[in-house]
């Protein structure tokens, strides 16, 4: 018996009308830098674009300071300086209709707030970390057991060599003995690095030999952990700290004390809903803020400088 078998739709494109009832969501990079700022004290609303921040220098330490009977104390000198943070307007929105409300099964205004907020802490952690980006001293591994020093703020070598932990020992010596780099907290520094700098230090035959007699699981759990007197956070967020060097060797990042980076803010982020338009078809949701970064101590000079840049040309 013969059969002639036909198509239900013979010309066309096949359509699914089924949708999943999950709204489902792209993962978000993690960001870091904000938490590692410090606000302004005394800034906000109605004290104009621009913060001027009073800088205390230090006394030099005399070759004696014994007295003499009769004799009047010796005077020092101590210098004030001054740094400027200039504020700016941040913000975003995403337009929607009411039509897109009212035909899709999903909230559609929640999602998107989510979202602009998301957008915000990244955008945020980017400003944070440009800020972090303007210290003068950078530090530019370019091998094993080698690495370059660059204090006008430019590096002007490639790297050739991803972080180990003979660069976090001549990082660290340097913040204290050289910089006298007050510490983040207690008597640690603090370094902010891209996924690929943490995993040179993890493969580094010295900090594994180091962490099987003292934190065994931290290669388990993926955590470098307390190094040198060095506390690590680790992040993904490219346009905060990218991969640099030759043939992306390098997982950049920033190692620092405290008082490193000052937030001045005059409108702190949040959501706004623009008034609807077109007899309210036309609407729209917008973070918006007024603030900005900056680095306190923009010198390289001992004493002054909290923050060392591992980078490439």
């Not at 050739?160 to 003995?177: C, P, Q, S």
């Not at 780099?181 to 995993?199: F, N, Q, S």
């Not at 955590?223 to 993904?236: A, K």
């Not at 917008?286 to 980078?311: M, P, S």
Request: charge should be negative; charged fraction near 20%.
């Amino acid at each position: 018996m013969a059969f002639t078998w036909t198509y239900d739709a013979p010309a066309g494109v096949y359509k699914s009308h089924a949708m999943s009832r999950k709204l489902y969501e792209k993962a978000l990079e993690n960001t870091k830098f904000m938490s590692f700022i410090r606000p302004v004290d005394g800034f906000g609303r109605k004290k104009g674009e621009t913060i001027t921040l009073t800088r205390l220098g230090t006394i030099a330490e005399p070759t004696s300071a014994t007295l003499m009977e009769n004799t009047r104390i010796p005077e020092d000198t101590i210098a004030l300086s001054t740094v400027a943070i200039t504020v700016s307007e941040y913000g975003r929105a995403v337009p929607f209709n009411s039509l897109a409300e009212d035909l899709s099964e999903f909230d559609i205004e929640n999602p998107i707030q989510n979202r602009l907020m998301e957008q915000k802490t990244l955008v945020l952690d980017t400003a944070a970390a440009a800020a972090f980006k303007t210290a003068k001293i950078c530090y530019i591994p370019t091998g094993l057991a080698a690495g370059t020093w660059d204090t006008d703020g430019t590096a002007s070598t490639a790297a050739t060599a991803n972080w180990n932990v003979f660069h976090v020992e001549e990082i660290v010596d340097y913040l204290y003995d050289t910089l006298l780099a007050p510490p983040w907290v207690d008597e640690d520094y603090m370094a902010i690095v891209r996924t690929l700098g943490l995993r040179g230090i993890k493969r580094d035959t010295a900090w594994e030999q180091w962490k099987i007699y003292t934190t065994p699981e931290a290669k388990a759990s993926g955590e470098v952990g307390r190094l040198e007197r060095l506390r690590f956070v680790q992040t993904n967020h490219n346009n905060a700290l990218g991969k640099v060097g030759t043939a992306s060797v390098l997982g950049e990042g920033v190692v620092f004390g405290r008082d490193a980076v000052a937030m001045a803010e005059v409108l702190t982020p949040e959501l706004r809903a623009a008034i609807p338009a077109d007899f309210g078809r036309s609407k729209s949701v917008a973070w918006y803020g007024i603030l900005a970064f900056g680095i306190i101590w923009d010198t390289a000079n001992a004493g002054e400088a909290r923050i060392v840049r591992v980078t490439s040309s």
